[in-house]
């Protein structure tokens, strides 16, 4: 039996063994391996790309303070873009349940409809969640428009639920009993984690300070998609810290999720959050495609 | 005479929409073959989430030489002209005719037209049916501009007699290959011809009949145990399935003292299970899934799929014993954070407006109900299954020690869920619906949220639809006109529910509709059994000669202009006269219910037919003819009670 940690291993080396860039997680908290600008950015334009990365994905509402075997605050996804989407892509993913010892002509597998769609990163795609013996364990999107654009080449994502995967493979009830190490169970690794953070995110945080903290990194954003407008020199273009603008869309998007879990956004509210978010989301990506071809240019002298 | 065959392989469509597609792509086929003389008729159409399949027979292999008659310019017309019109037509000007037509004398060239070849005029317009088959939302996979189409395409059989019909799509060439399934039989392409066709793909492990997939569900389900019967799951299992087999786990026995609503919505909708009964009629600690393998015989898929419920169940154990924590009386309070319209405001505004309603129509247990109605939309419970928002509270307002009508009330509030689901089972019951949905449908007409064409975002026909059902099947009194509370647009709302439940659901032709709502449908319990007069009566042969003679005196009426005051003037009557007006006092008796009135109402028809004959209603004498008008109002007034005839549809 795999340990969670050689799980993963296998499907990174399948990935790299079929062109991918492996990837490490993006260094600021995310609420899924789409918001990498790994995914975010890179689907965007003309330029193929092949990349797969672990991304741990903190969703604060849906913790439980370590206490139920299913649910966590941060579960760990593993993200595959294919861009553009080779013919062969469903083959080649059931080859990587292939690759990590899942025999398939002794499992139920099934496609089931399941488009995918983010309102606070405008963006949406069609496909499927995988169902293996009844469990969901990858969601498989065809990417039709990021940030409000549409795509130029139309990627696959694939997104594995680790714990999920991995439960099915050691047969575990609980995630907290997975072997994440030989000899080290998941909840030695990530317990506290999960206790912790759910006392911050739902008892603790303080909610002015998210709010502010909200408006400030939003206001950042608007600045700098702002300025980058005024910008007209190429060299200039090319240098424009649009990452950086990403960042502070990150860093709104998380502080949302958190006053959510608070229950600090009313129904109301939300929708209004949400577009916010969006507004900076779509600002970003329109300007990062404008960037494009400054990017391709030579450095200059 | 040549068979034809069209596989199209797709990845996985959505299940719920192949039966449309495959209806289309045999419509569109049969309609392709006819506009192009090609012969020959679709047999059949059938499919699975990977591939739709059209069979076709009695195919020409070309379409039959016609000749074609080109006019040219006319006889008196310039040499040069004709020498042009020849030249053009690629013939001398000797082989031209003249013909005579309508217009005159006329130089004519009749080309011969060679038929084409059926192959190579299917492989130009298959690309074009294939992609003009409807589906509610399509992609792009080849890149921006591309062909789009429900899913990915990713190869195409297209056999005419033994010989493929070679086209490209998205990328795709046809041929005679096609694909098994996903993770069984062979590896790579499949060769097939027509007449191998379904046993090649069934030896791996595809079974194109959706027929025969559903019957191997339904016959392997029903040896597995007593399933509870669910017409739409087996559509969708036999849709997302190629070769489908039943297996049967079980889950524990303490799992059910979780609410069996719960319990059987994992399983169905979550889990796409059929959910089991005991002997008792009681859910039993069992489920039946469908797998898309043939055999499950070291039980891996039972025990992955018993694993998976295990989970799901626990979870909503989690949540039941969270929201017990804290009783749904508690709640109603917390609901002023719950919004139920921007513009409206909160679910707690919308309880107090229900409240004073439901006290209204069904008294102080309603109002009861009524106030704890929409708590259950602040438990873990309801957000996690939306779906049974008012089961819910129902359930928890029991297993809290409530009155048990106030927790049946509040279960059933939300019905009917559509126009085959029935309505509330108590009376109280009935009012917190009604109260519910009119409360919802006021405050939405109020801030002018009225639906327009096929945006309904509240869904408030079905609101509307649930109100009128609720009236007319619970026999209750209260009038629309006073539910919509001087809202001119909710009320005309209204109206057009009430035709919609009287046709759609009830089956009454339009125009019955029509005539019965024409004079009133204040209360609609009244409409009912108007209704059913008019359509037991319509067929006696003298009724829709009467409905045709009151449309006629109708016509008259509205032709002569203001009717002049006052009753008719019997002394002023000639025999023809009197006759109608003997005979309109016989028919004016009210016993005997609407069914024996409308009969004494048709029976007129011999009276009024006479009257038509000897009696010109515009006499040059005007008393005469104000007389005889005041007795055609008379008449239209005094029967119009019941339904105005003149909206009936004569022969």
New interface residues.
Partial sequence: MDSFQETVFKLKKYWADRGCVIQEPYDIEVGAGTMSPETFLRVLGPKPWRVGYVQPSRRPADG?YGD????LYKHQQLQVILK??P?DV?DQY?GSLEAIGID??????????D?WESPTLGAW??G?QVM????EITQFT?F?QCGGI?????PAEITYGLERIVS?LQ?K?SVYDIEWAPGVPYSDVRYFDELQLSVYNFESADVAMLWEALGRHEAEAQRLIDQYKTVEDPAEKRRFPLLGAYDQVLKCSNLFNLLDARGAI???ER?GVIARVRKIAVGVAQAWVDQEPFRTMKEVA | MLPFLLEVGA??I??WMIPAALEQLGKDFQSLLEAHKLGGRVTRTDGT?RRLVLWAEGLVERQADSVEIVSGPPKGANPNAVAGFAKKSGVSADDLQVETTARGEYYTFRRQVAGRATAELLAELLPELIQKLYFP?T??????G?PKFI??I?WIVALLGDRVVPFTLAGVESGNESSAH???GAGGPIPVTIANYEAELEKNFVIVSSAARRAKIEREVAALGNAQSDPKLLETLTF??EYPAAIRGGFDASYLTLPKEVLTMVMRFH?K?FAVNAADGSLAPHFI?V???PA?P?G??V???E?????RF??AR?FYDVDQKRPLLDRVGDLA???FQ?KIGSYLEKTSRMVALAQELGGREAAEAAYLAKADLTTEMVKEFTDLQGIIGGLYIAAQGGKPAVAKAVYEHYKPLSMEDTIPSTATGQAVALADKVDTLRSCFAVDMIPTGSKDPFALRRAAQGVVKILVEGELSPSLRELAAGDGKLEEFFLERVKHYFREVKGYAYDEVNAVLAVGWADLKDVALRLEAVKAVRPTPNFEPVAAAFKRIKNILTQAGPLPPGAPEASLFNEAEAGVAAAAREAAIKDGGYPAQLERIAGLRPAIDHFFDQVLVNDPDPAVRDNRLRLLNQLISEFSSIADFSEIVTK
């Fill in positions: 439980r139920n075997p299913n649910r553009p989407t013919k469903i059931l398939l002509s002794k499992h139920d597998l099934k496609l089931e409809e488009n795609g069609i499927w293996l013996d009844g469990m065809y039709q549409d795509l130029d080449l139309c099915f047969g009830e009313s129904v109301t929708v | 990845e996985e959505p299940d989430g939302k992609m792009f996979w080849t890149g921006k591309g899913r990915p990713r996903r993770q069984l997302i399935t889990q299970y899934a797998m898309n393998i499950d070291e891996h898929v025990r992955g799929n694993r998976v419920l295990r989970a626990n979870d989690f954070n719950v919004t921007a």
